[in-house]
């Protein structure tokens, strides 16, 4: 994965970790256009990178995310679009009257990445240092793991702009978090949340001391630990987690565990785990 971004960083770790920070912070990580492009890039390349196991997703800076970019979006409101800007965003290219089908156009593309942060097969461990705000929040609650630092807060600030509150599937995430009169309460007032209320209310695993290292180490020794397991087991856990949000029954779901087991038990992971168990060491699983 060679890829060159100018708005993000990847790194992949030979342990099969990867990392993945958003880097605007002289904009405090607003998602801009380019940032969204390189996101669904990237995202894209991970649906099919079996060697990246684990997605730690950090942001560099004072900021996790403060949304999106403003400034940049109100370009979505005006009936000239920068040529320049024409000829690298598609959904910027189209006739001046047709305004909102621009607006349709960006918002579908930024709502695409929660959707694919869920059906990428790798967990995903969101560190969250200073604000997440609006979209900022949305792409944490779309992780699979979060972790906080000290000075960590969280806002839905579409609300407080003029927007609706549910927007880039917090409606979705937020309820089944927290419960739906703390999501109702948090989406309706636009308040912002603290690290401590968020751990209190389950929207974060743990809160970390130490600034941005120990807050990498934390989610690195996390992953470790999951590293551990065998990949398709992992890979079937997260799909469960995912399909069990919206199944209609424990039925349904214990035929998918019922699939999920045969599968891993088909697999040569299955003999090196318990060969490892029984051994007394920790199982060598191949990246893929």
Same mark, same amino acid.
Request: hydrophobic letters at 45%.
């Given at each position: 994965?060679?890829?060159?971004?100018?708005?993000?960083?990847?790194?992949?770790?030979?342990?099969?970790?990867?990392?993945?920070?958003?880097?605007?912070? /002289?904009?405090?990580?607003?998602? !801009?256009?380019?940032?969204?492009? =390189? $996101?669904?890039? &990237?995202?894209?390349? %991970?649906? *099919?990178?079996?060697?990246?196991?684990?997605?730690?997703?950090?942001?560099?800076?004072?900021?996790?995310?403060?949304?999106?970019?403003?400034? /940049?979006?109100?370009?979505?409101? !005006?009936?000239?679009?920068?040529? =320049? $800007?024409?000829? &690298?965003?598609?959904? %910027?290219? *189209?006739?001046?009257?047709?305004?909102?089908?621009?607006?349709?156009?960006?918002?579908?593309?930024?709502?695409?990445?929660?959707?694919?942060?869920?059906?990428?097969?790798?967990?995903?461990?969101?560190?969250?240092?200073?604000?997440?705000?609006?979209?900022?929040?949305?792409?944490?609650?779309?992780?699979?793991?979060?972790?906080?630092?000290?000075?960590?807060?969280?806002?839905?600030?579409?609300?407080?702009?003029?927007?609706?509150?549910?927007?880039?599937?917090?409606?979705?995430?937020?309820?089944?978090?927290?419960?739906?009169?703390?999501?109702?309460?948090?989406?309706?007032?636009?308040?912002?949340?603290?690290?401590?209320?968020?751990?209190?209310?389950?929207?974060?695993?743990?809160?970390?001391?130490?600034?941005?290292?120990?807050?990498?180490?934390?989610?690195?020794?996390?992953?470790?630990?999951?590293?551990?397991?065998?990949?398709?087991?992992?890979?079937?856990?997260?799909?469960?987690?995912?399909?069990?949000?919206?199944?209609?029954?424990?039925?349904?779901?214990?035929?998918?565990?019922?699939?999920?087991?045969?599968?891993?038990?088909?697999?040569?992971?299955?003999?090196?785990?318990?060969?490892?168990?029984?051994?007394?060491?920790?199982?060598?699983?191949?990246?893929?």
């Amino acid at each position: 994965m060679k890829t060159e971004f100018k708005t993000i960083t990847f790194e992949l770790k030979s342990n099969g970790i990867g990392i993945l920070c958003l880097n605007r912070p /002289e904009k405090l990580n607003a998602m !801009s256009f380019q940032m969204i492009k =390189e $996101l669904h890039q &990237i995202l894209d390349e %991970l649906m *099919v990178n079996l060697n990246c196991r684990i997605l730690i997703l950090k942001a560099k800076g004072t900021a996790f995310c403060a949304g999106l970019d403003l400034k /940049e979006s109100m370009i979505l409101q !005006s009936k000239k679009k920068p040529p =320049e $800007l024409k000829d &690298i965003f598609y959904f %910027l290219d *189209v006739p001046e009257k047709d305004i909102i089908k621009a607006k349709m156009y960006a918002q579908w593309r930024t709502s695409q990445i929660i959707v694919k942060m869920r059906k990428i097969s790798q967990p995903i461990i969101a560190i969250i240092q200073g604000a997440a705000t609006g979209a900022g929040f949305a792409f944490a609650l779309a992780a699979d793991i979060r972790i906080a630092g000290e000075n960590a807060k969280f806002n839905n600030a579409f609300i407080n702009v003029g927007f609706s509150g549910a927007d880039l599937g917090s409606s979705y995430h937020l309820p089944r978090l927290i419960g739906m009169s703390r999501a109702a309460e948090i989406l309706y007032t636009g308040r912002f949340i603290d690290a401590n209320e968020a751990d209190k209310i389950g929207l974060i695993s743990k809160i970390v001391k130490g600034g941005e290292e120990a807050l990498l180490d934390s989610a690195k020794d996390l992953a470790k630990t999951m590293l551990a397991k065998s990949p398709l087991g992992l890979r079937m856990t997260k799909e469960a987690i995912n399909l069990s949000m919206d199944s209609p029954s424990l039925e349904t779901l214990i035929q998918l565990e019922n699939r999920s087991q045969m599968l891993c038990s088909s697999s040569e992971d299955i003999m090196e785990g318990v060969q490892a168990f029984f051994e007394k060491r920790t199982p060598q699983y191949p990246l893929k």
